[in-house]
């Protein structure tokens, strides 16, 4: 179809080729949302735009008004820093948000990055040209100029933006609507429902409760969130009058434990009770506490087994020790790798988020309670966008129209 176009315009011109114009609506801007050191070249596509028809982009840096002379032009040196097709550099959907679009669909952009063959530096100006060729045919540009700065805010992130606005709104509102109802429904997790039975039998039997917080240390989401259990876990100790043992491979989570565990105490109204060597620190060498661990399991024979945290090669030698004194086993990590031996060793396993949804479960404190749904509803936001996404953009694809992409514009993540 092109090919016949050209043969038309050959007829009507006499055979003549076309002389090729100079590209239309050139212009050289700062590059938009960036750290700086980079220009962006925008202008309008042409007619007969083929890979036979190559665009030179040539660059110098403007000296200052005093060595100028009277052509400021003349006065500047040019050197080529880039050469393609000129059917390429084309504006395309995805490429920018629709509200921080340097140019419009269709049009040719190119960004001009600092490098060590023409460094360009913040607020000096820059001027630009371009060289169209095509055979023995070439036409230039006329000659712009900027300056590259660095920008404070990437406007091509504003969606993510208002994301976290709204999803601050959705918790702030949860929690305040968990603590005017403390019975706000929680999905029940059998595992937890089990902490009561698992305490309850080593008081009848007079046996201790052996509590783990993993491998990981303070920094790791899945040790602070087997801390918060350990302080219910402790609570029902203290009222029941049971054993409490925590043996620890990091001293940093052995004086946290310590403390959350004698305040559970005072809170059950047992201070008393409470015993500094509760929790105790052995080794932070991985096997050497994995066997000292299970000594006391095979020694003191805890009637109840928590298995809270991350954890590694350790954990099938801590839960088949365990299972073989008939203890109760209750698991809980977020170490994919390790939820095989603990499903197949314990009889209760937290899996993933479970961990993180346990403090909740278990105290009901209206803070924890109402991040925890503030969360649900915002995967379930994800969830639905997904599904919406997925259908406008099929339905864009199959019916050839971007009308869809400006919705789906608002949930991707531009740089």
């Not at 038309?8 to 003549?16: C, F, P, R, S």
């Amino acid at each position: 179809m092109m090919g016949l176009a050209v043969f038309l315009l050959l007829l009507l011109t006499g055979g003549e080729a076309l002389a090729l114009a100079p590209p239309e609506g050139f212009r050289i801007l700062d590059t938009p949302n960036d750290a700086g050191k980079s220009l962006s070249l925008v202008w309008r596509a042409s007619p007969g735009e083929s890979k036979d028809r190559t665009v030179q982009v040539w660059i110098a840096g403007v000296r200052p008004p005093s060595d100028m002379g009277s052509d400021p032009v003349a006065a500047v040196a040019f050197q080529k820093v880039a050469e393609f097709p000129a059917n390429t550099r084309y504006v395309k959907p995805g490429d920018f948000p629709w509200w921080a679009r340097p140019a419009g669909k269709g049009d040719h952009y190119a960004k001009l990055a600092s490098s060590p063959a023409f460094p360009i530096e913040d607020g000096r100006p820059y001027a630009v040209k371009l060289l169209v060729r095509e055979g023995d045919q070439e036409v230039w540009s006329e000659v712009v100029q900027a300056s590259a700065r660095p920008d404070w805010f990437n406007t091509a992130q504003m969606n993510n933006v208002l994301f976290v606005l709204a999803f601050t709104g959705t918790l702030l509102a949860t929690i305040a609507a968990a603590r005017r109802n403390p019975h706000v429904y929680l999905r029940r997790i059998a595992g937890l429902d089990a902490v009561d039975e698992a305490i309850g039998r080593s008081t009848e039997m007079g046996r201790p409760v052996l509590y783990l917080t993993g491998s990981g240390s303070m920094s790791d989401v899945s040790t602070i969130a087997a801390t918060v259990i350990l302080g219910d876990v402790a609570k029902k100790v203290a009222q029941y009058g049971t054993t409490l043992q925590v043996p620890h491979r990091d001293p940093i989570v052995m004086a946290v434990c310590q403390e959350i565990v004698k305040e559970s105490y005072s809170e059950a109204g047992r201070p008393d009770a409470f015993k500094e060597d509760a929790n105790f620190f052995i080794t932070d060498d991985q096997f050497s506490y994995t066997a000292a661990v299970d000594g006391i399991m095979l020694r003191e024979k805890p009637a109840a087994n928590f298995f809270m945290g991350s954890y590694f090669a350790e954990s099938l030698l801590l839960t088949e020790t365990g299972a073989s004194t008939g203890a109760i086993q209750i698991a809980g990590t977020d170490s994919d790798h390790q939820l095989p031996f603990f499903v197949t060793t314990c009889d209760y396993t937290l899996i993933g988020e479970e961990l993180y949804a346990a403090g909740a479960y278990l105290s009901r404190e209206p803070v924890l309670v109402g991040t925890l749904r503030g969360q649900d509803l915002g995967k379930a936001f994800i969830m639905g966008v997904l599904v919406a996404g997925t259908a406008l953009a099929t339905i864009g694809g199959l019916a050839q129209t971007d009308i869809f992409a400006y919705a789906l514009d608002l949930f991707k993540d531009f740089k």
